[in-house]
Structure formats: structure tokens, C-alpha cells
């Protein structure tokens, strides 16, 4: 066994250990090479970086990348200096919001999850999930979009059953929704991406698993049912032999669906989550030795510096090359990169930007949805939608089954929800999630009836008047459940400290 003194010297950048989950690893050599730069890891140079590993990597992602010649064994736990953990006032209060919350039948709505999420979650993971890309415009505009679209239901219709299962890629789903891919799942529950794996299988829908979980990839297919359907999203690795590694080793695994993330060749600014590590003034060992702590980066750019900016439409004749799975962009954000999407022969895009997260006023998924299927339908004459040759589907700002109908209506295959499952479980944990896919059964059961649908074929765009939805200055009412849960960004403020002294010079 290693001793904790002896793990202490190793504290520089010429020779860099830290200790994860009681061993002791030589990270010198790979410094560099960490997705997230080498300034997070010599904060903990020589010491435990436990805490701040587990939620922002899964279990064996460091015994994956570090040879086995680096992994140097078990440290001396009786030798390790005890630390007390202060607990600070505002964890505390956080702490106690917790045992405060509503019990879980009081919770009507999505937007609840949010709102109870917000009180209880700790601030970075908060300003994590909550953030978005610049004066988070494009973010807001992802709901609001939604309320330009109005319904035109049908009456005296038989509507004693209705039924509004579907199959995507294949597999039949419960719901025309699927769980889409979201990073860092430990920040908000211990659990983490397994809370969502779990009730998605007893609910019947798809998940898809995202590149960044905090839980391992195996972790959360192991957590799935023998009948659950599960589908991966893709960062393109700029070292092209690890992404085939991951996209075989994910289709062994019976994964059903490749996702490749195409909106994000950088990760957008987003000043929620940056704004969090200014209370970071890093390591010591990193002010020796002269180096400016990026404090601006947030959790997602310090997790993401591994992602090709050059992956261009040529890359996808290799991907059909290394796996057999239906291929389908995510991340599309206008007709003539959908037609060209179809042209190149993938199973279907995602009309999506990234949840508000990249490019501020980029325009909604539910908005594109509609210039692609009136321009598909000129490229391919005779084409219908939805359609099973070719899928579209959208994401981002989804809170009521009524804004999946409109979709549908409009052509979608199926809607992708991220957020509120996060805010879901969260605050609840796997049964919140479970909670969240209740509410949103019971809203798809009472709404097709509410339409005269009996099934999602009969939801058909003469059910919607969209005709507003790409006008931008329409006055349409607000959202105020959704507004509520809204926590406007702050711009930089004085420090109170420094407040104070100047308080005293006056």
C-alpha cells in the first residue's frame, strides 16, 4: 500500500499523482491529453480527487485511459489526514429545502419538477442544466415557439380508447417521446443516467445515452430490461480509432440507434454555468508554477476539448462503414442540411440546436420542422410525414404532451425531452422520473381525446393552425408556470467584500 505522505509529494506538474476511489494513479503523462485540459487535475495534485471525479466521469473512465503501468495500487487509507467537510450555510438551507419538499403526489406538471429542482439541486449542478448558449434567447424561444401553434380538434369522434403508442427506428414505444441524451448525470442524483434507463423501461420508451454520462456506458445498459430499446449519442472523437471503438462496442451491446451530435463542432458559451467557477481560485501547485486558472470554461467546455471540429458530410461513408445501426444527425437546423442528410442516405435527423445551448437565436426544432417537410416533400414528390424511411424528430423545450402533438401534427416521428427528466429525478430521484412519464401518459390520453384522435395517424396537420409559427413579434399568451422556473441571467457584480471597503471609505 502507497502512503498518503508519499502521494503528497507527488504534487507538480513533473510528477502528478492523485487518488481516486482509494488507488493511487501517475496522471504526469497525461496531463495534456485530458479532455478537460490539465489545470482541474494539478488542482488535486497529491491528493484525492474522488469527490470532484465522480460526477463528471463514469467509474472506469480513468482505468480505461491510463496504461496499466500508471495504475500504481491501493493507497493507505490510515494514513490519509482526516478532512472535515465544512458545511456551508447555503448547503444547509439546501439541505433543508430537501426534507421539505412536496410529497411526489402533489406534483401536476413538469414544470413542478422544475421549480422544486431549482430549490433543491446544488448550484453548479443547477447552473449546469439550466444554462444555455449566450443571452439564452434561442432557449426560451424552444417553449414559447410551441404557443404560436394552435390546435383545431374534431368533434364527435369515437374516442372511448385511444391509443398513442408508435414505433421509431423499429421499436415500439408507449409514448411518441424518447428520453434524449443529457451529460453529467450524477450532478443532480447519485444515480445518476441509471434513474432515467430504469423508468424508461418500465414506461415502455426509448433512451438515449449520451457520450458525456456520468455513469459508464455498460453501467447503464446493464440497468436496462431484456426488452428495453436503448440508442447513443455520438461526440466524434478527434481520434477516430477510440469513436469506432465506442460505436462497435455500443452495437455488440444492442444498442438500436446511432445519434451523431452534429451541432457542435465547440461547445457554446454559457454564462450560467461559467459564472460558477469564479469561486474557484485553483491549486496551489497550479500559482507556482505560473499558470492562469481558466476560471471561464463551466463544467461543459472543461468535458468536451476531445470533440472534432472537423467532422464534415464525407465522415458519413465511414460511419456506414463501421456499423449496421441506422445512422441519424442530431443537431439539424435547416431544410437544405435535411435534404442533404437524406440525400447521403441516413435513416433520419434531429431537428434540434442542442437545447438552446450553442448558437443563440438559432430557431426552434418545432419552427425548422415545418420548412423541412414542405421542402422534403419537393425534393422526394410523393413523400409523406411522418415517415418511416426517413425520420424526423425534434427536441428542446418540451413541457406538455399537447407541444409532442403539435409535432407530430406538423410530421415528427417522435420529441425528444431532456431537461425535465434531469429536473425530475433531481429532485425525486428514479421515481420522480417515473412521475414525469406518468403525467405525461395522462396528458396524452386525455388530449387525443380532447382533439378527436383516437390514434397518432389521426393526428394529422389540418388538427393545427401554424401559420403564426414563423413570426416572431406574434403576441401570444405567457407561459407562467414556465416563467416562474425562469432564473434570469445575472451580469457581474461588485464583490461584497469590496463593496464593504468602499462603503468604509465613504
Known sequence: MISGATVAQHNSRESCWII????????????????????????YAGKDATEEYDP????????TNLPK??????????????TVKVVTSVEKVRKEKLNRRPLIDEILSLHDFEAIAKEV??????AYYSSAADDEITNRENHVAYHRVWFRPRVLRDVNKVDFSTSLLGTKTSMPIYITATALGKLGHPEGEKNLTRAAGKFGVIQMIPTLASCSFDEIVDAAIDSQTQWMQLYVNKNRDLTKKFVQHAESRGIKGLFITVDAPQLGRREKDMRMKFEDSGAKVQNENGEQVDRNQGAARAISSFIDPGLCWAD???????????????????????VMAYDHGVAGVVLSNHGGRQLDFARSGIEVLVEVVAKMKEHVPGMTFPNEKFQLFVDGGVRRATDVLKAVALGANGVGIGRPFLYAYSAYGQEGVEKALQILHDEFEMNMRLLGAQTLKDVVPAMVDARGLSSHVVSVPGDRLYESNYESMVGARIREEQAGKVAAKL
Open 56 to 63: 463528471i466521469h463514469p467509474p472506469d473512465a480513468i482505468t
Open 121 to 126: 439541486m446544488p448550484l453548479p449542478a443547477w
Open 20 to 43: 481516486v476511489h482509494g488507488k493511487v494513479y501517475d496522471v504526469t503523462e497525461f496531463l495534456d491529453d485530458h479532455p478537460g485540459g490539465s489545470k482541474i487535475i494539478l488542482k
Open 69 to 82: 503501468e500508471k495504475h500504481l495500487g491501493p493507497v493507505d487509507p490510515s494514513s490519509l489526514q482526516k
Open 316 to 338: 458519413l461513408k465511414w460511419f456506414k462503414s463501421i456499423t449496421k445501426m441506422p445512422i441519424i444527425l442530431k443537431g439539424v437546423q435547416t431544410w437544405e442540411d435535411a
